[in-house]
């Protein structure tokens, strides 16, 4: 793996660019996210799989940022976007660690006539057959991916498919000066980031892309020309 170039700023937009998308994910489930100097934070307990809390700031302050999150029971989660955290005598353990990555819009002029396997979700039917797909194939017991998410500007969910079957998809969600790609999945095959970083391109000229990824998915992502920028870690009360 390449070997993480931490550039402070460029984790910032990306960190921030992943807060704004992780309000707008709860927005539509009706939780009003908040927030602070350094951090975004949500009163009431968020969707499955998204984090309570997002640092946006390395020295972030924990005590603030724990009494903005429901921590009644287990599962409240934090996303420490610098790795710079230790909430162990909080009640958390680690549950990930992941990599920032990037791509500045240059990468977009490499790939630029992939991408036509790509199509945007725009009706519910689909992104719900997306949904499931992106679940591994089964309903989820509570749906993550609602049909207000269609509606928002700065938000795109985009499909591959095999006659009616999704088998890849991602989110591109555009804030703080750059797209974010996020949920990104491939039932069959490597997921495709040419053709994501194209497509993303297309609808967002001129962006860097931002997003996160580990193990051999970060690794994919790297041999296609997208960087290291550091790590994050996201933690999960027991």
Same mark, same amino acid.
């Given at each position: 793996?390449?070997? %993480?170039? &931490?550039?402070?700023?460029?984790?910032? *937009?990306?960190? #921030?660019?992943?807060?704004?998308?992780?309000?707008?994910?709860?927005?539509?489930?009706?939780?009003?996210? @908040?927030?602070?100097?350094?951090?975004?934070?949500?009163?009431?307990?968020?969707?499955?799989?998204?984090?309570?809390?997002?640092?946006?700031?390395?020295?972030?302050?924990?005590?603030?940022?724990?009494?903005?999150?429901?921590?009644?029971?287990? !599962?409240?989660?934090?996303?420490?976007?610098?790795?710079?955290?230790?909430?162990?005598?909080? !009640?958390?353990?680690?549950?990930?660690?992941? @990599?920032?990555? *990037? =791509?500045?819009?240059? +990468? &977009?002029?490499?790939?630029?006539?992939?991408?036509?396997?790509?199509?945007?979700?725009?009706?519910?039917?689909? +992104?719900?057959?997306?949904?499931?797909?992106?679940?591994? =194939?089964?309903?989820?017991?509570?749906?993550?991916?609602?049909?207000? +998410?269609?509606?928002?500007?700065?938000?795109?969910?985009?499909?591959?498919?095999?006659?009616?079957?999704?088998?890849? $998809?991602?989110?591109?969600? &555009?804030?703080?000066?750059?797209? $974010?790609? %996020?949920?990104?999945?491939?039932?069959?095959? #490597?997921?495709?980031?040419? $053709?994501?970083?194209?497509?993303? =391109? &297309?609808?967002?000229? $001129?962006?860097?892309?931002? !997003?996160?990824? %580990?193990?051999?998915?970060?690794?994919?992502?790297?041999?296609? =020309? +997208?960087?290291?920028?550091?790590?994050?870690?996201?933690?999960?009360?027991?």
């Amino acid at each position: 793996m390449e070997q %993480s170039t &931490r550039i402070p700023e460029r984790v910032e *937009a990306a960190a #921030r660019n992943n807060a704004a998308w992780c309000d707008a994910v709860c927005r539509t489930h009706g939780i009003v996210g @908040e927030y602070g100097p350094d951090r975004w934070t949500s009163l009431k307990r968020t969707p499955p799989l998204y984090p309570d809390a997002i640092t946006l700031a390395p020295a972030a302050s924990v005590p603030a940022m724990l009494d903005h999150v429901d921590r009644t029971g287990p !599962g409240c989660s934090v996303k420490d976007s610098f790795a710079t955290l230790d909430l162990t005598a909080y !009640g958390f353990r680690v549950l990930f660690d992941a @990599e920032w990555i *990037a =791509g500045d819009p240059a +990468l &977009r002029d490499r790939f630029a006539t992939d991408g036509a396997a790509w199509s945007a979700v725009t009706t519910p039917e689909v +992104l719900d057959r997306w949904a499931r797909a992106w679940g591994g =194939g089964t309903d989820p017991a509570a749906p993550v991916f609602l049909p207000s +998410l269609l509606a928002l500007d700065d938000v795109r969910v985009f499909a591959t498919f095999a006659d009616d079957d999704v088998i890849a $998809g991602f989110v591109a969600n &555009r804030a703080h000066g750059c797209v $974010g790609v %996020s949920n990104a999945f491939a039932l069959d095959d #490597r997921f495709d980031w040419r $053709g994501c970083i194209a497509t993303v =391109g &297309r609808v967002w000229p $001129g962006l860097p892309i931002v !997003g996160y990824e %580990s193990g051999t998915d970060l690794d994919d992502a790297l041999a296609q =020309g +997208l960087v290291a920028l550091g790590p994050l870690r996201v933690w999960a009360s027991v």
